[in-house]
């Protein structure tokens, strides 16, 4: 399957999740993670639905990946946040009032 457009992979993303018991199965346990040869991922089957319903299916899911990308920006700029003003909390440097007044001024 090669993928043109955006809802094509988010389909398959979902598609793959959908499968990881099928991969884990079929694979063999590496040092990290489960190992698939490229024989035994080419033989697995993915049904290709129709360019009206991948546009449907990408209306529905497209608002959810905006979610995840906004909390991961969010979740990284709130350990940006943290990894600045921890250090000078412990120290002493700063006090928890103005830590606050700084991760606010952020956007923390």
Do not use: C, W
Not at 49 to 56: D, E, H, I, M, R
Not at 84 to 101: Q, R, Y
């Amino acid at each position: 399957m090669v993928l043109n457009t955006i809802a094509e992979r988010e389909f398959l993303y979902f598609r793959l999740l959908d499968l990881k018991e099928t991969i884990n199965r079929y694979g063999y346990n590496g040092a990290t993670m489960v190992n698939l040869n490229k024989n035994k991922f080419e033989n697995l089957r993915v049904v290709r639905p129709t360019s009206q319903l991948l546009g449907k299916y990408h209306d529905m899911v497209f608002p959810m990946f905006q979610s995840i990308l906004n909390l991961q920006q969010r979740n990284t700029n709130l350990e940006k946040t943290r990894d600045l003003l921890l250090p000078k909390l412990i120290s002493g440097e700063i006090s928890v009032e103005t830590a606050e007044k700084q991760a606010v001024a952020q956007g923390a």
